[in-house]
């Protein structure tokens, strides 16, 4: 008989091991998969991880877009691991991310067309207040009639979609557009493209965003009494009351914190990569996102490295897709296969697995 028996305390080496293990199970099963689907497994394997990055005739495209890739993931699960840390569940990023995107817009396409350098950091602040505002619908209805946040964030997200859908073939539809869904290309107008700032690197300012991001979620969790007590809330909360932490404000703190986060994800992409508001401009970054934040172990340091693996697992997975003839949907249960085998593994922090009757499931 095989049964688990729970630590004194969590594996310090199973929370950081579990990443890995995860990983290579997703290569096993991954390969599998493939196989099964008439692919050679090991050429996938190679095309997702390798080719990216090494092959001299897909690298030199593939690698600046690692970074174009892994920044909105590392802005928005930075944003939420801060809130899982203190046990605040915000599933609804992808509508934060929707809502930084057409505040962002908006505020620039209502200057369209003058010229000013003020015009971009105004969408960036717009963007920002668009997901902060949105994760404040969550987190009102928790603080003030202790609804689920889990619910009603991720509610939100088919509601944001909606307003997206409407938005795209109504109040912002480009007018010379001859009647097609979709806001002007605010990548082709100056005083809002979020260009590449070193040519060849992929580097944009919501890379940097990123960069920053990940350096004061570090210092907030690490060296400030808020992290301190966001990890008390998390982890004890009776003790959290007992030291002076009150549970609405860090409510409300850790939804606004990564509804901004989702938030300038947003504008940043509609400015740059995906270029304008249309019907489907959200491509599931905000789901994908709390892959990245359990993968990085909602530490921000590994969120910046679990964003850089999933990146490559999207510019891989489209390489293999067009070079291999793999289906989108199995790539993308391939990139699922992550989270699940990480929840699988993740049990071995808290449990150890014992075999023989004598030891209590």
């Known amino acids: 008989m095989i049964g688990l028996r729970k630590r004194p305390e969590p594996s310090r080496a199973w929370a950081w091991a579990t990443p890995v293990l995860a990983v290579a199970l997703t290569l096993l099963a991954g390969g599998a998969m493939f196989a099964a689907l008439g692919t050679d497994p090991v050429a996938a394997i190679r095309t997702i991880f390798y080719d990216p990055l090494f092959d001299p005739q897909f690298a030199a495209y593939s690698r600046p877009q690692l970074l174009v890739k892994a920044a909105p993931l590392i802005l928005i699960a930075t944003g939420l691991a801060i ?3 203190a046990g605040i569940w915000n599933i609804g990023a992808e509508g934060q991310y929707i809502m930084g995107a057409i505040a962002g817009a908006a505020a620039g396409l209502a200057l369209y067309p003058v010229e000013s350098r003020a015009i971009f950091p105004l969408m960036i602040v717009a963007g920002a207040i668009g997901g902060w505002a949105w994760a404040m619908i969550p987190a009102i209805l928790k603080t003030r009639f202790n609804t689920n946040e889990i619910l009603v964030s991720l ?4 509601v944001a979609e909606s307003l997206l859908a409407s938005m795209a073939v109504g109040p912002l539809r480009n007018p010379e557009g001859g009647g097609f869904p979709g806001s002007r290309n605010l990548a082709r107008w100056d005083a809002s493209a979020n260009p590449e700032l070193i040519a060849g690197t992929g580097m944009h300012w919501g890379v940097v965003a990123a960069m920053i991001a990940v350096i004061y979620a570090y210092i907030l969790l690490n060296r400030h009494i808020t992290g301190f007590h966001i990890r008390l809330a998390g982890q004890a909360p009776r003790a959290a009351r007992f030291a002076g932490v009150r549970p609405n404000r860090m409510i409300v703190f850790c939804l606004g914190l990564s509804g901004a986060l989702a938030g300038l994800a947003g504008i940043f992409e509609v400015t740059g990569p995906a270029g304008q508001i249309s019907i489907d401009f959200n491509v599931g970054y905000g789901f994908t996102a709390i892959i990245v934040a359990f993968l990085g172990r909602l530490n921000p340091l590994g969120i910046a490295l679990a964003g850089l693996l999933m990146a490559l697992t999207y510019i891989g997975g489209e390489l293999a897709s067009f070079t291999l003839g793999i289906p989108v949907a199995a790539i993308q249960a391939f990139q699922g296969m992550l989270l699940f085998f990480l ?10 697995i014992r075999f023989g009757r004598e030891v209590a499931a």
């Open 155 to 158: 509610l939100l997200v088919y």
């Open 343 to 352: 929840l699988a593994v993740d049990v071995l922090t808290n449990y150890r």
């Open 83 to 85: 809130g899982f840390r």
